[in-house]
T-cell receptor, first 112, second 113 residues
């Protein structure tokens, strides 16, 4: 089954404790993205990647890091999480030349 | 600066009637527009899209209209069904940035039986 998976689905952590949210897709897509969803603000793109070792900032990259060492994986790293990063996070993948992005189920992060 | 705006946070419609969801954008470089639908506890799923060379695209009960001069697009759902109740996001990209999408705030559609 074609899918985008994210782990963990739920995470509660404390300020300053480094964390990684993993994202994996099995569709051999070139493009992958991370978004956060906040009430009244919709989905905002954090980072995206056009292929292995190629990443670029989205609209709200501050406080986040990403890496793309393999085509299927695109982890989101919060080196020092803060309460304003409490949000619902979505990973998405997209085939090159196509417009449809396929989203994962989301990760709800709470930073205390 | 919100480049894609959905000014109606919610919309309530009776089953069988038309639902019209609106979206405005400010960036004149946007040339491809998409609508996504999101159910609670799930990721968004693609619904329908339109290129700036068209002014209408239809897919079953869903039609998207684009008015480039007004920088406005709308999604029409006819007839509306209770299963259409979800959050609808419009999104836009420029011609060269396939991976970079800008989304609106979303509109919660509730279709009453």
């Amino acid at each position: 089954e074609a899918q985008v998976t994210q782990n963990p689905r739920y995470l509660i952590t404390v300020t300053g404790k480094k964390l990684t949210v993993t994202c994996s897709q099995n569709m051999n897509h070139e493009y992958m993205s991370w978004y956060r969803q906040d009430p009244g603000l919709g989905l905002r793109q954090i980072y995206y990647s056009m292929n292995v070792e190629v990443t670029d900032k989205g609209d709200v990259p501050e406080g986040y890091k990403v890496s793309r060492k393999e085509k299927r994986n695109f982890p989101l790293i919060l080196e020092s999480p803060s309460p304003n990063q409490t949000s619902l996070y979505f990973c998405a993948s997209q085939a090159q030349g196509r417009d449809t992005q396929y989203f994962g189920p989301g990760t709800r992060l709470t930073v205390l | 600066d919100q480049q894609v705006k959905q000014n109606s946070p919610s919309l309530s419609v009776q089953e069988g009637r038309i639902s019209i969801l609106n979206c405005d954008y400010t960036n004149s470089m946007f040339d491809y527009f998409l609508w996504y639908k999101k159910y609670p506890a799930e990721g968004p799923t693609f619904l329908i899209s339109i290129s700036s060379i068209k002014d209408k695209n239809e897919d079953g009960r869903f039609t998207v209209f684009l008015n480039k001069s007004a920088k406005h697009l709308s999604l029409h759902i006819v007839p509306s069904q209770p299963g259409d109740s979800a959050v609808y996001f419009c999104a836009a990209r420029t011609g060269t940035s396939y991976g970079k999408l800008t989304f609106g705030q979303g509109t919660i559609l509730t279709v009453h039986p």
